[in-house]
């Protein structure tokens, strides 16, 4: 009985948790973002105080610096976005065209009429209904939530010493555990964040000398764009393959350059995951793949785009907590990367390749 008692209080914590994550995002995330960038923000910071620069313009500068930066990034993709907003009805001409031509190649194929005269019509009131709406009201909500993030990052890193008192006060039993787990956490915040950074930067670069050498006209906005997406993985990389992929098909007039398109980025995506993570990054958050995929639907469930880049890390978070606990330490290397390799399934293999390399020999 008592262990049905404690199932059952597990999952009521789950469900409130997960309510309180889903209906507290307005203030949870710019939160968390606050936290991410902090962690990202102090070895500048750092860097300035130990050179006699006070904590508050230290941290003010740091952030202006980062600030202006990202600015000024976003100037140059407005201005090729506000340009390929100008092409859009020249782009939508040509979608309508080539779809027409297609269709009708398809339906003179297969001898029948896949043609939808009110496709148009129907495309028209997908973008235009409540859909154009809705994302006009959630692009200002997460402009309302970008301007809370730098208040959040620069309270956490000049409140950081009150912080660091809280948790030995608060662990004066196990102060030398929570430490090491705060410190652990933090470390796997910061090299996630700044080996993300460099691979994002790496991906763009990459990104832009292909789309440039390729002719497209709006190049550094497709680079970041493909390179931001690559931020999510397994899933970004589909949704920035496609809208490049789509507009280099309706903006060139052969099917050679979607198709080199399609190569080259699921080519820089292989080179990303094989040989520039690893490098960069390391194995930092050391997360098996089914938890990343799990920890982004459950964040794309939660938070939005915000969650599913979140979790990543917060699922390293989580791992390195339940290994501080002996009770939950099963649940820390279900999470991990550490795949063993059985006697049962060891001998198996060896027994296949005995049986193979026996076929294998001539009679």
Known sequence: MNRLQRIANFLLILVLGALVLKEGDFILVPLVWGIFFAFALYPISSWLEKRRV???????????????????MAYVLLNQMVGLIKDAPEIGGNLESKFSRYLGELSTVFGRDLINPNWDSDISSFLWGGK???????????????????LYAFLLMYY????????????????????????????????YLAGMIRVTGIVAVLAGIFFYLLGVKYFLLFAAFVALMNLI???????????AILYVFLTTDSLLYPLLTFAVLWGIQLLENNIITPLVVGSKVKVNALAVILAILLGGWLWGISGMILFIPLTGVLKITLERSHGLKPFAYLLGDDVPISEESENFWKLALRKFSKKGKPN
């Open 233 to 243: 993985p397994y899933v970004g990389v589909f949704v920035s393959s496609f809208f």
């Open 54 to 72: 006070p904590r508050a313009l230290a941290i003010s500068f740091s952030i202006l610096l980062v600030g202006l930066f990202a600015l000024g």
């Open 160 to 191: 950081k010493d009150f912080f660091i008192e809280f948790l030995i006060r608060f662990s004066s039993r196990n102060q030398e555990l929570v430490i090491n787990w705060a410190k652990d956490s933090g470390r796997v915040i910061q090299s």
């Open 132 to 150: 154009l709406t809705e994302t006009l009201f959630a692009t200002g909500k997460s402009l309302t939530l970008a301007g809370i993030i730098p």
